[in-house]
């Protein structure tokens, strides 16, 4: 077995952040070769827990892609076994089964880092959807089932329907970081971070479609989390895959809103130790090769804090998203939903209109409704993306910035490399604020170079890199900011996801690049500002070898 030096303990998180970066002569410290032998199982599931099938196929969501962009108003659903089921379904269910001879292999409709998917997803229902009661479920995804993990005694069962009523739900998420520590050792925390973020633009998305309301719960933190969601139970979880909690939201489809506090969640979380509990977590694999105790550092040190609302950035006014911007794209979201890919390879002539590239900038930015109006993502946009433009119909290729919040362009000018041109390119609409700050033909080896040199940073129309306000957010938020910024770039990418195939083209997330070498491009020399993310952006070139097969047809009819 291949040893690892022992990793020094971690004074703070910026610490595993420096550490876990990628260098052209190290990279971040993983296992340095695929072992298939230990390779986790996609999906979850606990033994011994009753199944609850949710219904598949029924009445779609008729939402087109403009509607969902301009934020129009969508009548609510009314919350239903069958509503709940497409819910899922097209929030964290299958897309398709891909086959190539006699290998297949799953996608789903939100992206995960080298489709691994450390995201598990945990609802607390009340009474009313299912026969037996509310209480605890796991989502198992490729059942397409909730398992009943606790069945509250009759005070608990009454307390969850006083909190919920009939037409709201809580949904958490939390991460099994053996999952991406299998393939990418130490920088996994950073990828189930993401992931966790993707999870989340795939929740908000699907819900507009329904017509609900999001609220992420700010004042629960990670103790309390781990508590309702069932993750600290001695015994259910075999050691080196346990689950760490990320985040609780509430889903509403009734018309008034639900007054829910973090206190009387934590009420709630006293009967968990009433009721009845269910199943065991299948080990995802048989043994573990290697450790990585720095990830679990990492957890600890970003672990975030409970008892009141968090500290947060006061969210500014957003802007109504500009009319020009929801012209021609069209798509029912449905769709786009169970299309979305990530690009395995570009066609390096693919060229991507001027008009799309401007849209799907514009589809990032923290406009008035969907997806960035509090409460569900309730803090300031704190992430800003710098594009790597290399066919781009009538922009020259280059560096570009998007400017995510106005009062930021003059600290970014301080910091950025002087020499940059800050100049409005051609036909830019004015509430965009993209901004070029240099022209270069040979950017393509560049971008190459930067991501680890995989070719599909230059054979993309663009690629960019989100930058986010790394020390004003951990000095505000403290040190479990750091998750926050990875949510916030992966929910940008998930956007960016959807607007590419709304426009014809495809995404891709990157993981593997050079950050400080990156950071060094623009001339940024200390950690003021730090890259969270890659994406690309391009024309697919599409294996026809490969066959897709439907989401859920292993299943046979289920009404």
């Known amino acids: 077995m291949k040893r690892h030096p022992e990793p ?20 971040s410290p993983g296992p340095g070769y695929m072992d298939w032998e230990t390779q986790p199982e996609p999906f979850r599931c606990f033994e011994g827990a009753p199944g609850l099938p949710l219904p598949l196929g029924g009445e779609e969501p008729c939402v087109d892609f403009a509607t969902l962009w301009k934020g129009e108003k969508i009548a609510p659903r009314a919350l239903t076994r069958q509503s709940l089921g497409k819910f899922l379904e097209l929030s964290l269910g299958l897309s398709a089964w891909k086959q190539y001879l006699e290998v297949r292999w799953s996608l789903r409709c939100n992206p995960s880092s080298g489709n691994l998917h450390p995201t598990e997803t945990y609802l607390l229902l009340g009474e009313g959807l299912t026969e037996e009661g509310g209480g605890l479920f796991h989502y198992r995804v490729d059942q397409h089932l909730l398992e009943r993990r606790w069945q509250p005694d009759p005070g608990s069962a009454s307390l969850m329907e006083g909190l919920l009523g009939r037409q709201a739900f809580l949904l958490g998420f939390s991460s099994v970081f053996w999952r991406e520590a299998w393939k990418y050792g130490e920088r996994a925390f950073r990828y189930c971070q993401l992931d966790t973020g993707h999870a989340l633009g795939a929740v908000m998305v699907a819900a507009a479609l329904f017509g609900w309301r999001v609220r992420m719960m700010t004042d629960v933190g990670d103790r309390l989390l781990g508590q309702l969601l069932g993750l600290e139970r001695n015994g259910d979880f075999v050691a080196d895959e346990e689950e760490h909690p990320d985040l ?44 990585w105790p720095v990830i679990a550092q990492a957890a600890h040190l970003s672990e975030r804090p409970g008892g009141g609302e968090l500290p947060a950035c006061d969210p500014l006014p957003l802007a109504e998203r500009p009319s020009w911007a929801a012209k021609t794209i069209g ?42 109006e509090p409460p569900a993502w309730p803090w300031r946009a704190a992430v800003h993306a710098v594009f790597m433009v290399h066919r781009v119909e009538g922009l020259a290729p280059g560096l570009y910035l998007l400017c995510r ?21 051609p036909e830019c609409p004015p509430e965009l604020p993209l901004f070029c700050l240099s022209t270069e033909e040979e950017l393509t080896e560049k971008a190459r170079f930067l991501s680890c040199h995989q070719d599909i940073a230059a054979d993309a129309s663009f690629s960019l890199g989100f ?59 200390d950690s003021t500002f730090q890259s969270m993310y890659h994406f690309t952006v391009g024309l697919p070139v599409i294996d026809r070898r490969l066959m897709t097969l439907a989401p859920y047809a292993h299943l046979g009819e289920r009404p």
């Open 331 to 372: 798509g029912l979201c449905s769709d786009l939903i169970r299309q979305r890919r990530s690009a395995q390879r570009y066609d390096d002539q693919g060229v991507v209109g001027r008009e799309s590239f401007y849209r799907m900038a514009e589809w990032l930015m923290p406009r008035r409704g969907f997806p960035f």
């Open 248 to 291: 609780l939201l509430l889903v509403e489809a009734g018309p008034m809103p639900v007054s829910l506090q973090g206190w009387e969640l934590k009420e709630l979380s006293k009967g968990l130790n009433r009721g009845r509990w269910f199943g065991e977590a299948v080990p995802l694999s048989q043994r573990h090769q290697h450790q």
């Open 405 to 425: 919040q106005e009062e930021v362009k003059e600290t970014l000018e301080r910091r950025f490399k002087r020499g940059f041109r800050w100049s409005v390119p």
């Open 8 to 27: 020094l303990p971690l004074e703070d998180i910026r610490a595993y952040h420096q550490g876990s970066k990628h260098r052209p002569e190290r990279y």
């Open 467 to 525: 930058l986010s306000e790394f020390e004003r957010v951990l000095d505000e938020m403290g040190s479990w900011g750091y998750r926050r910024l990875f949510w916030e770039a992966g929910l940008l990418g998930q956007m960016l996801y959807l607007g590419a195939e709304a426009e014809g083209f495809r995404g891709c997330g990157i993981g593997c690049y050079f950050d400080d070498l990156f950071h060094e491009m623009l001339g940024l020399k």
